[in-house]
Every structure is written in C-alpha cells, then in structure tokens.
C-alpha cells in the first residue's frame, strides 16, 4: 500500500501537482527542494507549516502558491529565481513550490480554492476493479466533489478529498 498527496484546484478544476511531496519536518522543510536539479511536471512540494520562501542555494526557479488555513490562495509568485526571498505572507498557512509555468497553465489566482488529495494506492493483482460509488465515471472527478473513485483498474485506488484542510464547522 502506498499513499501519495495532490494538489487539486477546486474552483478552477484543474490539478496544480499529481503528486505532492510533504516537507512537515524541521530538516525537510529546512531542505525543500535544495540539491535538486529541476522539479518534473505535475510535481510539487508541500511545506507544512509555512508562511516565507527563500531560494538561496536553488538551481532552478518556481512558481510558488501560498494557501491559508482552510486552503484559499494568498499569494502567488510565478518564476522566482534563485538567490531570491519571499517575505511572510501573513495570512499563509503552508506553500506549494511547483515547476515553473503551473500558475500560468492552472491560470490559479488568489482567492481560489485548493484541496490537498490523498490518494491510496492497495495492489491487489487484479486486472480489473471496479468498486466505485460512482460507477467507473472518472470524469465525476472533476464534477460536484465526489468523496473518492477508483482511479486505476489495475490497482484499487482512491482519491479521497480535503485530506490537509478541516471543512468548515467540523471545529478543525
């Protein structure tokens, strides 16, 4: 069993990452993406708790997407080079460090609302599984906010919703 984060644009209704990396450790978020030499596309990095950014010691840019406690964009910074900072943002509660041109492709602005995905991968060497409440629809995905589907047939695997953020009035 594996377990992987994404980053989902609700009120755009586009992926921001497939899969998101968490840095929620000191030495992880200390670290970020240094000593790496790019980020792929449909990658990112979570960093939980986090409210500044600086790039010194990177050698590549980013785009960089500040959320708030309950997920809404903040900030957006598109192509931040390296040896560059980015002072607290005062209501940012985490940050997603994407390739460049993410911003620009998702066309996510402030305001808009990102769910943190997880996704659980269960291998059970089957060629075919299909135990969705949604009937195999993957295109339900992206329609009304379904609570999870099965992604691969090959595998049983579900999306499950608001894994990073409490819904409002649940008291988190």
Sequence with gaps: ???????????????????????????A???????????????????????SIHMFGMRFPIDVVFLDRQ???????????????VLPVKSAESVIELPVGAIADT?????DQISIVQSLSVDLGLWSVDRSPLGGKSEALLEGNPK?????????????????????????
């Design 1 to 27: 069993m594996s377990v992987t984060l994404g980053a989902y644009n609700q009120t755009k209704g586009c992926w921001l990452a497939m899969q998101l990396e968490l840095a929620h450790t000191f030495f």
């Design 29 to 51: 978020r200390m670290r970020g993406l240094l000593g790496r030499s790019g980020l792929s596309a449909s990658r990112g990095l979570w960093i939980k708790p986090c409210n």
């Design 71 to 85: 997920g809404r964009v903040v900030k957006v910074v598109e192509h931040l080079r390296p040896g560059r900072l």
């Design 107 to 111: 066309q996510t602005t402030v305001g």
């Design 148 to 172: 999870h589907e099965i992604v691969n047939p090959k595998r049983l695997e579900f999306r499950i919703w608001d894994f990073g953020f409490p819904r409002r009035g649940s008291g988190g």
